[in-house]
């Protein structure tokens, strides 16, 4: 049912690939030589034939972009460098180049039918994130295969091509004073202006596209500088590794670069400033990046001197001499201010005698044009950090206490789970760890130990990580005064399978029929089989159970998790079957939330229980391949409000599994693994 590769509704997902190969070739516009083909994924095969039989001449990795040549098909004939070759249109993401003076204009999405939605990904299963109505234009920035990647106000999204009619608009005046050219209107010859985003935080997430539902390929540590390649509603586009990704414009700061006669003026000239290691252990590298060897290493506090920059990396001198290359994140950057006064004037200008200020240029806004920054705002005033007195650890009973204690200052916290290994992350703002050792030796039955750590320089975040033996629940509770915060770790208490309430959603339906196997076994039908077998199994011990589906009907993803809480549910359990391209792909995989916004962090954690125990079942049951326990955005776990798994039983794509999908036996043993799981997860029998 899902790519093994990515998310649900990733753009490669294997859902009626026949039909989807067809309607490449009979909607898609034909290619223009001139054309980007953008990656898709981590890496692809570049062919000497429109063929996945034919040799490999080549690869790509994600984001790299591919000069098209010509289509055939649903193949791209592209060139890389002096290499030609084909690649599988599913694989990337097509965008025209940028419309210059004397073109006829830009393309337009025109809806034709009476509403229609605009999705997360380029497929009919991803989340929606708005509507556009009939008549309504939407600006067409780059096409998949029968889908438009479009931009509604300051929203940029996917629409299907069946659902718009393409159009062009008529090109606008060209001012005559300004040349348009390489994404923005150029000023006089002599001088043309960019942009450059510096970073204003650090671990800042780099995206594959302007979203928080693309995929992190990367980080940015505060105070490293790019590029600015383009922009889309609140996010940026700046170089990243060996391609390209995309950051949001709430972390950094954006200012102007002007290039005269071939120079260009950069702040923070090489050489300037310091690297304050705010790491453990921190290697420091002979290249800018992890696959270069390690030539030498500093402490948390240790000061490094900046000779240069590289996109997440900084090129430091060490005490002794050295040089290398340290990642960003693990640094906090110090860098002087730039002098100002009489002998800092540029020639041609009296000295003692400030610049007049260059008046502002307008910039016109569209695909693969940056706007000029905003103006400055005041600098907000930082709050001063507070410091925690102590952390102490204790049992009471059967549980685990950790409290948190200021030296007064009030405490402003989050907490959060990770898992592999399990523990809980408590964040404290603005407050400092003080004279609280890094290790408190602790142990129970529940709790490992506990580590205290300054996170974050600026802002101010102390981390408190509490080390976990086994699943359990958690309490908190901060005091009257807002200065001692206690987090109660207590075990998980069984409950019966007699009077639970339990939900059981049969993936896809109708004219949904979610993945086809090889003989054309449709993975609806398999889903519905094994969920009614499951249902019966469980009613048969007393527990109420609710199927978001009993027959070959359509369910919208929304209303599927929502049925868990209109029932007051103990939980949910969505039950699939995979599938691939690759048609040797095998196993069983268990997926839970990977998000815990919105105050989910216990119902996360419950999930994580659930799907381990309906895993760790599964295997035991069906003898398949460990594909693991994953975490996901799907919708129908995202969206409930009660603990919920999604299981991928086997793959319909591969012959082997496809074969034992439609054995009886097998989905019985399928149905009787889950209602185990759902068992182990109570703590019942």
């Known amino acids: 049912m899902a790519l093994l590769i990515g998310l649900r509704f990733n753009p490669g997902r294997f859902l009626l690939l026949s039909a989807v190969l067809l309607s490449l070739v009979l909607f898609a516009p034909q290619a223009n030589a001139g054309d980007e083909a953008v990656v898709n994924e981590a890496v692809v095969n570049l ?62 999405a025109v809806v034709k039918e009476a509403i229609v939605n605009l999705r997360s990904l380029p497929s009919t299963s991803s989340d929606i994130v708005g509507k556009a109505v009939q008549g309504e234009k939407l600006e067409v920035q780059s096409r998949q295969g029968d889908w438009y990647r479009v931009k509604k106000g300051n929203l940029t999204c996917w629409v299907a091509g069946w659902l718009v009619d393409i159009k062009r608009e008529p090109s606008p005046t060209v001012d005559p004073g300004f040349q348009a050219g390489e994404g923005t209107n150029n000023p006089p010859a002599s001088e043309k202006t960019s942009y450059r985003a510096e970073v204003t935080e650090s671990g800042v997430n780099i995206r594959s596209g302007p979203g928080t539902g693309f995929k992190i390929i990367g980080q940015a540590g505060g105070g490293s500088q ?74 948390k506090g240790d000061t490094l001197l900046l000779v240069d920059s590289a996109e997440d990396w900084y090129k430091v001198r060490t005490d002794n001499g050295g040089m290398g290359w340290v990642v960003a994140w693990l640094v906090d950057v110090d860098r002087p201010q730039a002098e100002t006064g009489r002998n800092s004037s540029k020639p041609g200008q009296n000295a003692g005698t400030a610049p007049a200020p260059a008046p502002p240029k307008t910039v016109e806004k569209g695909t693969g044009i940056v706007p000029p920054p905003s103006p400055p705002s005041p600098a907000p005033q930082k709050p001063v950090a507070g410091l925690i007195k102590s952390v102490s650890a204790r049992t009471e009973g059967d549980s685990t206490v950790v409290t948190v204690q200021s030296d ?68 908190r509770l901060l005091s009257t005064d807002g200065t001692r915060l206690n987090i109660k770790v207590m075990p998980r208490s069984a409950r019966p399978l007699s009077g639970a309430r339990i939900v059981l959603d049969p993936g896809h339906g109708g004219r949904d029929p979610g993945a086809i196997g090889p003989t054309g076994l449709t993975e609806k039908s398999v889903n519905l089989d094994i969920a009614r077998k499951a249902a019966q199994i469980l009613r048969n011990q007393g527990a109420t159970v609710i199927l978001t589906r009993t027959s070959d009907i359509y369910v919208d993803l929304y209303s599927r998790p929502e049925m868990a809480g209109k029932n007051a549910a103990d939980l949910f359990v969505s039950i699939h079957s995979n599938a691939s391209p690759n048609r040797s792909a095998a196993g069983t995989s268990t997926y839970f939330r990977r998000s815990d916004d919105g105050g989910m ?71 009787l693994a889950i209602t185990q799981g759902i068992a182990g997860y109570l703590g019942a029998k």
């Open 47 to 108: 062919r000497a034939a429109p063929s996945t039989s034919s040799d490999i001449v080549s690869k790509a990795v994600q984001g790299e972009k591919l000069e098209v040549q010509s289509r055939q098909g649903d193949w791209y004939r592209i060139k890389k460098g002096g290499l030609s070759g084909y690649v599988a249109g599913w694989l990337v993401t097509v965008s025209w180049t940028p419309e210059q003076p004397g073109d006829q204009g830009k393309e337009q």
């Open 601 to 671: 962090d216990q119902v996360r954690m419950e999930s994580v229980h659930l799907s381990r125990n309906i895993q760790s079942s599964l295997l035991g049951t069906l003898k398949r391949q460990d594909i693991k326990v994953l975490q996901a955005d799907f919708v129908v776990v995202v969206k409930s409000k009660v603990p919920a798994a999604l299981a991928e039983v086997a793959f319909i794509s591969n012959p082997e599994e496809e074969k034992l999908l439609a054995d009886d036996s097998f989905r019985m043993k399928a149905a």
């Open 226 to 299: 790019y590029d600015v390649l383009d922009k889309s509603g609140g996010w940026y586009k700046i170089p990243s590794g060996a391609a390209s990704g995309w950051i949001s414009e709430q972390y950094v700061k954006i200012a102007a670069i002007t290039a005269s006669r071939g120079s260009v003026e950069r702040s923070a000239p090489s050489g300037s400033g310091k690297a304050v290691v705010k790491g453990s252990e921190v290697n420091i590298r002979s290249g800018p990046g992890t696959n270069y060897k390690v030539v030498s290493s500093a402490n």
């Open 408 to 475: 007064g200052s009030k405490i402003k916290y989050s907490m959060t789970t990770v898992y592999d290994p399990d523990r809980l992350v408590v964040e404290l703002s603005d407050l400092e760890p003080g004279p609280v050792p890094e290790n408190i030796i602790f142990s129970s039955s529940l709790v490992g130990g506990v580590r205290v750590g300054l996170y974050s320089k600026d802002p101010c975040v102390t981390r408190v990580v509490i080390d976990l033996k086994k699943g359990v629940k958690y309490d």
